[in-house]
C-alpha cells in the first residue's frame, strides 16, 4: 500500500516540477512548484520523518514560496501589468495545480486515516527499515557535536541578507538612495 | 515497500528536470525556481539515506540546505529586483555585454 | 568550545562588531580598521596553533598543516585588506557592507580548509559563496557588475547542487558524511559501486566548476571582467585556494584513485585545461582576461598532483613530498598572483595590454614588480613560481606521468608567449597615447610592491627555508 502511496506522491512531484519548469506565467509556475513541494513532503513522511516533512510545508512551502511570490508581484505593478492581471487571475489556467495538490490530499487523508501506516516497511536487500530520527535526537545532535556549524549558518543568513540589501537597494538617484537606505537600515 | 532504487531513480529524474529548466529557460525567475527543484531532489535523497541508515546526519544536512535555499532565494531576488529596475525585463541573454 | 575554533569566533564577534558600528554610525575609516584588526587578531590566534600536534573532531581536521594553509589565505586577504581603502574611496557606492562580506567570505573558506565533514563543507563553501555574490555585484550602477554577480550567482548555485547530489549519493551508499569514513569502498555500501562513482562525479563535476577547469571554464572571464577588482582577486585567490584543499583532502581520503574512471576524468580535465587555458590566454588582450584564463592553466597543473596516489612511487620519495608539493605550489601562485592583483589595483585605468605601453618609463617601480610577477607566473628561474613549477615537475616525473607532464611543457611553453608579451608591452617606448600622469603611488602600495618583490624573488632564490618549513609541517 505505501508503495502505491509512493508512486503516487513521486508522480505528482515529477509532473508538476515538469510543469513547473514549462509554465509561461510565472504564478502558476510558483504554484506548480509548491504541489512539488508538498508532494516532496509526502514523500519524507512516508520515510518516516515527520519533523523533516512539516519543515518542508512550513519553511519551504511556506516561508520560500511567499517570498517568490512577493517578489513576482512587486514586479507587476503599474498601469502596463494591469492587463495582465486578467489573465494572472484566470482559474482556468491554474487547474492542473489544483487537480494535482486534490491528489495529494487525497493521499494524506488516506495515510492519517490509518489506513496505510509507515511502520509497515520491513527490511530486506535494497528496501527499509524505517528508523524514525526524534526531533529530540535532532536537536542533541545540533547542539552538541554540530554546535558550530549553527553559527556559521546564522552567518550564512547574515551573509545573504546584507548582500540582499545591498544588491536591491534603489540606486536612481545617489543622494536620495542614501537617506533612504539609512532609515530602512 | 519503497525501493530504494526507486528514490533514487525519483531524485535524480526531479534533478534532470531542474537542470533541464536551468538551461534551458531564460527568464531569471524560472531559473531561481529551478535551482529550488534541484535543492529539493538533493533533498529529497538526503532524507533517504537519514532513515535508510538511522542516523541523523542526513536530517542535519536537510535543515542546513533549508538555510541555504532560503538565503540563495533571498540573494538571488535581490538581483531579479535590481536586474528589472535597471533593464524592465528579466532576460537573462539580454545581460550580454561581457563578451570575447 | 576548544581553542581550535577560537579563529572562527574571533572573526565572527569582528563581524558582529562592525555590524554594530555601521548601525550606529557610517564610518569609512572605522570599517576599514576593524576588518583589519580583527584578521590580524584571527591571524595571531591562528599562528598559535601551527606546530601543535594534530587533533581531528568529527567536523574539522586541526593537523599541522590546516592552520598553515589558514594562515596563508588570511595574509592574502590582507594583502588585498591593506589598498581596499584607497581603491574603494575611488568607489561610487556605500563602503561598509565591503568589509562585512569580505569578512564573512574569509570565514567561510577558513571553515572550509578545515572542514572534514560534508556539513562543514558545504557550510563553508556557501558562506563564501554568497558572500561572493555580494561582492561580485557590488556596484550596481555598472551593468558589467551586475551581470557578472547573476552569471556567479547562476554558476555557483549550480555547482553547489551538484556538489550536494554528489553527497547525498555518497551517503545514501555508506551512511556517513563524514570525511575519514570515505575511503570504505563497497564494504558496507548499500547500492552497486558504479552509484559510487556516480556520486564522485556529480562532486568533482561541481568541483570544477568552483576551480573553474575546463568543461565548466566559460564564465572565469566574464566574472574577472565584470566583477569590482578587488572581488576578482579575492575570487582568484581565496575561493580557488579553498576549493582546491577540500578536493585534494577528500580525494587522498576517499581512495578516490581506486577507481580508473575518476583517474581517466581528472587526467583529462587536467590536459585541457593546461592547453585550453593557455590557448585562450594567448588571444586574449584583455589583462583582467589573461589572468582568468592564466588561472585555469594553474588549476590544471595542480590537478596532477591528485593523481599522484594513482601511480607506482619510485622509492626515493617521501609521502610527505607530494603535500610538500601541493603547498609550495598553492603558495607560490597564490602570491604571485594577489601581487599582480594589487599592481592592477594601484592603476585602476589599466585595461589591455596596449594600454600598458611605456609604463616603464613612467612608473619603473610599477612595471618592475608586474614584470617579475609576470616571470613568476610562467615560471622562470629565480622566481618563486619557478620553485612551484619545479616541485611539480619533479613529482611528475618521479611518477612516471609523461602524457601530463607534456602537456605540462606544451602549455608553460604557450604560456610563456603572452606572459612575455605583457612585459614587452611595458618596455616598449612610450607612444604619447598612452597617459599615466593620474597614476598616485600611495605609501601603502609603494610597501606592498617592495614586499612582493621581496617574496617572489626571495623565495625563488633561497626557496630552502621555506620547503624545510613545509617539510617539518608536513611530517608533524
Given amino acids: 500500500m505505501i508503495e502505491v502511496l509512493f508512486f503516487i506522491a513521486a508522480a505528482v512531484a515529477l509532473i508538476s516540477a515538469a510543469m513547473t519548469v514549462t509554465a509561461h506565467n510565472a504564478v502558476h509556475g510558483l504554484l506548480y512548484l509548491v504541489v512539488t513541494m508538498l508532494a516532496i513532503s509526502l514523500i519524507f513522511f512516508l520515510l518516516g520523518s515527520p519533523f523533516a516533512a512539516a519543515l518542508q510545508v512550513i519553511v519551504y512551502a511556506g516561508a520560500i514560496m511567499v517570498l517568490f511570490i512577493f517578489v513576482t508581484m512587486m514586479l507587476h505593478q503599474g498601469e502596463k501589468s494591469l492587463l495582465e492581471e486578467k489573465q494572472l487571475f484566470q482559474i482556468s489556467g491554474s487547474i492542473g495545480a489544483f487537480l494535482l495538490s486534490a491528489v495529494l490530499l487525497v493521499e494524506l487523508v488516506y495515510v492519517l486515516a490509518g489506513f496505510a501506516s509507515p511502520q509497515l516497511i520491513n527490511g530486506s536487500e535494497g528496501y527499509f527499515t524505517i528508523q524514525t530520527i526524534t526531533v529530540k535526537e535532532l536537536g542533541i545532535q545540533l547542539y552538541g557535536p554540530y554546535q558550530l556549524l549553527v553559527v556559521i549558518a546564522a552567518m550564512m543568513l547574515l551573509s545573504a541578507l546584507i548582500s540582499a540589501i545591498h544588491i536591491a537597494r534603489r540606486q536612481k538617484n545617489p543622494m536620495q538612495a542614501d537617506e533612504e537606505g539609512d532609515q530602512t537600515l | 515497500m519503497i525501493s530504494i532504487h526507486w528514490l533514487l531513480f525519483l531524485s535524480l529524474a526531479l534533478f534532470s528536470i531542474g537542470v533541464y529548466g536551468v538551461v534551458a529557460r531564460r527568464n531569471l525567475l524560472f531559473i531561481l525556481l529551478s535551482l529550488e527543484i534541484m535543492l529539493n531532489a538533493v533533498v529529497l535523497l538526503f532524507i533517504a539515506g537519514s532513515s535508510f541508515h538511522g542516523n541523523p546526519d542526513g536530517q542535519i544536512m536537510y535543515l542546513l540546505i533549508l538555510t541555504l535555499a532560503a538565503s540563495e532565494v533571498a540573494v538571488g531576488l535581490g538581483l531579479v529586483i535590481h536586474m528589472y529596475r535597471q533593464h524592465h525585463t528579466l532576460d537573462v541573454d539580454k545581460l550580454s555585454q561581457l563578451r570575447g | ?476
Avoid at chain 3, 551538484?162 to 569502498?185: E, K, R, V
Wanted: hydrophobic share 55%; charged share 10%.
Fill in chain 3, 1 to 476: 568550545m576548544s581553542l581550535h575554533y577560537l579563529p572562527a569566533i574571533v572573526l565572527i564577534i569582528t563581524v558582529l562588531l562592525s555590524l554594530t558600528s555601521l548601525s550606529l554610525k557610517r564610518h569609512h575609516g572605522i570599517a576599514y580598521l576593524i576588518c583589519g584588526g580583527g584578521l590580524l587578531l584571527t591571524m595571531l590566534s591562528l599562528f598559535m596553533q601551527i606546530g601543535k600536534t594534530g587533533t581531528t573532531s568529527e567536523l574539522f581536521v586541526f593537523d599541522a598543516i590546516t592552520p598553515f594553509l589558514s594562515l596563508i589565505l588570511l595574509i592574502v586577504v590582507s594583502m588585498i585588506w591593506v589598498q581596499l581603502y584607497q581603491w574603494l574611496e575611488a568607489l561610487d557606492e556605500r563602503k561598509e557592507e565591503y568589509y562585512l562580506l569580505l569578512l564573512l567570505a574569509t570565514l567561510g573558506s577558513l571553515i572550509m580548509v578545515a572542514s572534514n565533514h560534508f556539513t562543514s563543507f558545504f557550510l563553508g563553501l556557501e558562506l563564501m559563496s554568497l558572500s561572493f555574490v555580494g561582492l561580485v555585484a557590488y556596484s550596481g550602477r555598472e551593468f558589467k557588475g551586475q551581470e557578472a554577480g547573476v552569471k556567479y550567482l547562476i554558476l555557483s548555485a549550480v555547482a553547489s547542487a551538484l556538489m550536494l547530489m554528489g553527497m547525498a549519493i555518497l551517503y545514501l551508499q555508506y551512511g556517513t558524511l563524514s570525511f575519514n569514513d570515505l575511503s570504505m569502498q563497497g564494504a558496507s555500501g548499500t547500492l552497486p559501486s558504479w552509484v559510487t562513482v556516480t556520486g564522485i562525479i556529480f562532486i568533482l563535476g561541481g568541483m570544477f566548476f568552483k576551480l573553474s577547469l575546463v568543461p565548466c571554464h566559460l564564465w572565469v572571464a566574464d566574472l574577472f571582467e565584470g566583477a569590482p577588482l578587488a572581488t576578482s582577486a579575492l575570487l582568484a585567490t581565496l575561493s580557488k585556494l579553498a576549493a582546491f584543499v577540500v578536493l585534494w583532502r577528500i580525494f587522498s581520503l576517499g581512495e578516490w584513485h581506486t577507481h580508473a574512471v575518476i583517474v581517466d576524468i581528472v587526467a583529462a580535465v587536467a590536459i585541457a585545461s593546461m592547453l585550453v587555458g593557455n590557448f585562450l590566454g594567448l588571444l586574449q588582450n584583455n589583462l583582467l582576461r589573461l589572468l582568468a584564463y592564466s588561472s585555469i592553466a594553474h588549476f590544471g597543473y595542480l590537478l596532477i598532483i591528485l593523481l599522484l596516489a594513482a601511480s607506482p612511487t619510485t622509492a626515493f620519495l617521501t609521502s610527505t613530498f607530494s603535500t610538500e608539493a601541493v603547498v609550495f605550489y598553492l603558495v607560490a601562485y597564490l602570491f604571485t598572483l594577489v601581487g599582480v592583483f594589487s599592481v592592477l589595483m594601484q592603476m585602476p585605468q589599466i585595461k589591455t595590454q596596449q594600454d600598458l605601453t611605456g609604463l616603464f618609463w613612467h612608473k619603473p617601480t610599477l612595471a618592475i614588480t608586474l614584470a617579475l610577477l609576470m616571470l613568476s607566473l610562467a615560471g622562470i628561474p629565480l622566481t618563486i613560481g619557478f620553485m612551484g613549477k619545479f616541485y611539480l615537475v619533479m613529482t611528475a616525473v618521479n611518477h612516471q606521468m609523461w602524457w601530463l607532464l607534456s602537456a605540462l611543457v606544451i602549455g608553460s611553453v604557450i604560456g610563456l608567449f603572452y606572459y612575455l608579451r605583457v612585459i614587452m608591452m611595458m618596455i616598449k617606448a612610450p607612444d604619447g597615447e598612452s597617459d599615466f600622469s593620474g597614476l598616485t603611488m600611495t605609501t601603502n602600495g609603494q610597501l606592498l610592491n617592495y614586499l612582493i618583490i621581496f617574496l617572489v624573488i626571495g623565495f625563488g632564490t633561497f626557496p630552502a627555508a621555506f620547503s624545510q618549513l613545509i617539510e617539518t609541517l608536513s611530517r608533524g
